[in-house]
């Protein structure tokens, strides 16, 4: 069953949105993305994708919870809003630039990962969020690295 499933890890800051927003939400569309390389994973992604959800830009930055692509090829509604600082004058509602995908809520971990535990289990060509410089906010999780995380992180709270 793993064979058809990506994993992925998505960081969002806890200021802006977090785990508990999500937990509260239960679902939630991934808006905001204004990097082609992150857009463009997202649109690879699946139904059924899992994603760790990191806290970026934080006194802790690390892995908090657990979500689970439900939806696929949104049009993110915030590039059309003057309002919205994801707000992009070029994109055109008849051709959107951005898109995005709804995860839903699967779990917040008792304990998390910090960006200083990651470190110290994977190296930067096994998690690419532990490589010097890395700033994009969509990454792909390899099968095997996602499944270690998983037994590492433990149970949900």
């Not at 995005?100 to 990651?118: F, I, Q, R």
């Not at 490589?131 to 390899?142: A, Q, T």
């Amino acid at each position: 069953m793993t064979e058809n499933i990506s994993y992925w890890l998505m960081k969002s800051e806890p200021n802006v949105y977090s785990i508990k927003n999500l937990e509260k939400e239960k679902t939630t569309i991934w808006d905001g993305i204004r990097n082609y390389q992150a857009r463009n994973f997202m649109r690879s992604m699946k139904i059924g994708d899992i994603a760790f959800f990191y806290h970026s830009n934080c006194k802790v930055p690390g892995i908090v919870g657990l979500m689970e692509v439900t939806k696929l090829n949104i049009v993110d509604p915030t590039q059309f809003d003057p309002k919205s600082k994801y707000f992009d004058s070029k994109s055109k509602k008849e051709f959107p630039r951005w898109d995005c995908v709804e995860v839903k809520y699967l779990g917040e971990y008792e304990k998390g990962l910090s960006l200083e535990d990651l470190k110290n289990l994977y190296k930067p060509n096994e998690l690419q969020v532990v490589r010097k410089g890395n700033r994009l906010s969509i990454i792909p999780v390899s099968i095997s690295t996602a499944e270690e995380m998983k037994i590492t992180l433990g149970k949900f709270k």
